[in-house]
Structure formats: C-alpha cells, structure tokens
C-alpha cells in the first residue's frame, strides 16, 4: 500500500484527488494469485471484486430430505476454500457441494458444524430460545455459540453487488484535507452496542480476533494515510439516540480533553427502532446531537450512518427502523459536512438470501464478522472511494 505524501500548498481539489488514489490503493492486488489461490483483505470492498471472501453459511439439516445445506450471495464459479468461522480449520473439499447458490455439505457425517431445525429455535447447543412471538422463539447467545455453527466459504462469481456505498467528498472535505496533508486527526464515535463492537470476534475473543469497526477504520485510516488517528469511543450498549442526546455534553467533554475530533460517526437507530422510537423524536435528537457536536468543533465532519436491520425473525425488527433511513438522508442533505452510510438497506439486501443466524453473531442485532466488514469497508468507501 503506497504512503500518502505531504500535499503542501497544491489546491484542495487536487487533494482530494489525491485521497481517492491513496485510498484505492486498499484495492491492490485484490486478485493476485498465492498459495492459497487468493488474497485475502478483511477490510477491502466485497463489491468490487469477484471473489467472495469468506461469506457465512449456517449448513440447516432439511428433515425432509436429509440434506445439509444454506444459500451463497451469489452462485460461484469456483469454491476456493471452506474454514471454520475462527478461520483456523479448512475443510476437505469432499466434505461439500455446490448447486447454484445453494452450499451443500455431501454427508451427514460431515467435519463442518450444521444446525437442526430444533437448533435454530433455541434448542439445544450453546445457545438458547428468544421469544419472538407467543408459541415461537429463535436461537440466541452474547457468546461465541452461535457463530461457531458459521463456516465460511471462499468462492468466485459473476454476481452484481447491489448495494454500494459512494464516495462523499464535499462533505468530508475538512477532516480529507488533514489527511492528505499527513496531518494526525482526532476521531469520535458515538453509538449504541454495534459501535461499542457487539460482537466481533475481537470482543468476543476468538480467532481471527477482528476488532469492532471504529477500530478497525482507525486501523484502515492510519495505513492508507501514514498518520496517527486518536480514537476516542463513547459507545453504549443498549443505548437510543435519546441516551446519546442526554449523554452528549459529557461524552464531548472526555473528547476535548484530547482535543477536538475532526471527524465524528454516529451511530444509532437499533435500539430506537426495538423500542418504537417515532422517526420525527429520532430526527429531533440526532440533529441536536449534531449541533452539540458542531458546538464543540466547528469544523468537524461528521458520517451518520443508518443502523442495520434486526433479524427479521426477531422482535427488535420493527416497523420505525426503516423510517429512519429517510430521516437520516434529509439530514445529511441538509446540514454541511455530514456523511451519511448507509447500512440498512445493505442489511435488507442480506436478508434476501442470508437467514439472520448467517450475518448476525447474537441472531438478534449484533453483527457477525462478516457485516462488521461490510461497515468498515462502507465507512472508508464513503472516506476515500
């Protein structure tokens, strides 16, 4: 990855161009042939590649016919490699098949982990049974039970991702001027548990231990631009934007003892959405955390991005989180230097194909490895192009 040099006193517009060569230099290589057949960045965009690294599938034994099986994004061309979620173990490509986009395992015997219907209600294994309905529950666990029944597959595709994220120059321009600069910058962030990192294999401490993503996009920033970025996470599980509002002065206080951010993300919208937070109330509180935000350091870009959608299957996914995605939109179109990310409609596009217990780590709200790549690679997409 090439160092971005010092820009100096050249125009701010060539600056800017010069970001978008510095951050597609996260794109190089990506299909290099290696031992393995691939290279594998956790962090590089999924959509432009044709190679799907590491995508979840939950193997679901069908009573009917006696098969193990879960469905890919896309129909490969090629299978690579299947691991185990920690990515520590490669299954023997005996052990599956493949017909369209539909993963197979070949044998009941299999090394690969799989899930019954019983399993996927709550019963049995490592997890337990989280209402949803009277008379119905789903699998659910904070810990590692569940991913570990993911295995990820490796495979080539000619599939069209559907939802990109775009780069947003003009709206970030303050804090890509530092860094094309090579100045060191401050980075705040501001959300509910998804932020804090629930439940990334870094929290959860397992293999491949990757970090929650206002981490790992500190990490992404200081390699694409040889700079030091200050993170400072005031996330709180559980949290709504009506915490975040009430919060916001003291969690801006613990930032301007390191100095003011230059850039802020927040965060909120999950829990707002479980407990029928109405879309008018969210607006209201976001702006005025915005505001407070802008009090405190004028010249801070801010990225707002628009939670994921809960697992269909469970209570928390309402009929008020989608209304937030408009919300956000208007705001970022109306207030300079915001960002806006969006995640929700990425997750509905998911879920078209994907169950819930396949990109989230709790099967509730919480994403797994695989969506806490999908953040990273939006938030520095919408950064750097």
């Given at each position: 990855?090439?160092?971005?040099?010092?820009?100096?006193?050249?125009?701010?517009?060539?600056?800017?161009?010069?970001?978008?060569?510095?951050?597609?230099?996260?794109?190089?290589?990506?299909?290099?042939?290696?031992?393995?057949?691939?290279?594998?960045?956790?962090?590089?965009?999924?959509?432009?590649?044709?190679?799907?690294?590491?995508?979840?599938?939950?193997?679901?034994?069908?009573?009917?016919?006696?098969?193990?099986?879960?469905?890919?994004?896309?129909?490969?061309?090629?299978?690579?490699?299947?691991?185990n979620y920690t990515l520590e173990s490669v299954f023997d490509p005996s052990e599956y098949s493949v017909e369209g986009n539909v993963f197979k395992a070949t044998k009941l015997a299999t090394a690969m982990p799989?899930?019954?219907?019983?399993?996927?209600?709550?019963?049995?294994?490592?997890?337990?049974?989280?209402?949803?309905?009277?008379?119905?529950?789903?699998?659910?666990?904070?810990?590692?039970?569940?991913?570990?029944?993911?295995?990820?597959?490796?495979?080539?595709?000619?599939?069209?991702?559907?939802?990109?994220?775009?780069?947003?120059?003009?709206?970030?321009?303050?804090?890509?001027?530092?860094?094309?600069?090579?100045?060191?910058?401050?980075?705040?962030?501001?959300?509910?548990?998804?932020?804090?990192?629930?439940?990334?294999?870094?929290?959860?401490?397992?293999?491949?231990?990757?970090?929650?993503?206002?981490?790992?996009?500190?990490?992404?920033?200081?390699?694409?631009?040889?700079?030091?970025?200050?993170?400072?996470?005031?996330?709180?599980?559980?949290?709504?934007?009506?915490?975040?509002?009430?919060?916001?002065?003291?969690?801006?206080?613990?930032?301007?003892?390191?100095?003011?951010?230059?850039?802020?993300?927040?965060?909120?919208?999950?829990?707002?959405?479980?407990?029928?937070?109405?879309?008018?109330?969210?607006?209201?509180?976001?702006?005025?955390?915005?505001?407070?935000?802008?009090?405190?350091?004028?010249?801070?870009?801010?990225?707002?991005?628009?939670?994921?959608?809960?697992?269909?299957?469970?209570?928390?996914?309402?009929?008020?989180?989608?209304?937030?995605?408009?919300?956000d939109k208007k705001i970022a179109e109306s207030v300079e230097h915001v960002a806006h990310v969006d995640m929700m409609s990425l997750s509905k596009e998911l879920y078209k194909t994907k169950r819930g217990v396949?990109?989230?780590?709790?099967?509730?709200?919480?994403?797994?490895?695989?969506?806490?790549?999908?953040?990273?690679?939006?938030?520095?997409?919408?950064?750097?192009?």
């Amino acid at each position: 990855m090439s160092t971005v040099k010092r820009i100096g006193v050249l125009a701010l517009t060539a600056v800017l161009l010069f970001a978008c060569v510095g951050c597609g230099s996260l794109e190089k290589d990506k299909n290099e042939p290696k031992e393995e057949n691939a290279v594998y960045k956790p962090f590089a965009p999924l959509w432009e590649s044709d190679i799907m690294y590491n995508e979840p599938v939950v193997l679901v034994l069908d009573e009917q016919t006696q098969e193990l099986k879960g469905k890919l994004l896309y129909e490969p061309t090629e299978i690579i490699e299947v691991r185990n979620y920690t990515l520590e173990s490669v299954f023997d490509p005996s052990e599956y098949s493949v017909e369209g986009n539909v993963f197979k395992a070949t044998k009941l015997a299999t090394a690969m982990p799989y899930m019954t219907e019983a399993n996927l209600r709550g019963e049995g294994g490592e997890f337990y049974g989280y209402k949803t309905r009277p008379g119905t529950q789903i699998a659910h666990t904070e810990g590692p039970g569940l991913v570990m029944q993911q295995v990820n597959v490796t495979y080539r595709h000619k599939g069209e991702w559907s939802v990109k994220p775009t780069r947003q120059v003009d709206s970030l321009r303050n804090v890509l001027e530092k860094l094309c600069n090579g100045e060191d910058i401050r980075l705040f962030v501001y959300g509910d548990s998804i932020s804090v990192g629930g439940n990334a294999s870094g929290l959860l401490g397992i293999e491949p231990h990757l970090p929650p993503y206002p981490k790992a996009v500190k990490n992404e920033l200081e390699e694409i631009f040889r700079v030091k970025v200050d993170l400072l996470n005031r996330s709180v599980g559980g949290w709504r934007s009506k915490e975040g509002l009430a919060h916001i002065h003291e969690a801006l206080a613990a930032q301007m003892k390191m100095g003011a951010p230059d850039l802020a993300i927040l965060a909120f919208g999950m829990n707002d959405g479980s407990l029928k937070t109405p879309a008018s109330v969210y607006e209201n509180n976001m702006r005025q955390i915005i505001n407070a935000i802008r009090d405190c350091a004028p010249s801070c870009d801010i990225i707002l991005i628009s939670t994921i959608l809960a697992n269909p299957e469970a209570p928390q996914n309402t009929d008020f989180t989608p209304q937030y995605l408009a919300r956000d939109k208007k705001i970022a179109e109306s207030v300079e230097h915001v960002a806006h990310v969006d995640m929700m409609s990425l997750s509905k596009e998911l879920y078209k194909t994907k169950r819930g217990v396949e990109i989230l780590a709790n099967n509730i709200n919480h994403p797994n490895d695989f969506l806490v790549r999908c953040y990273v690679a939006s938030i520095i997409q919408t950064i750097c192009g």
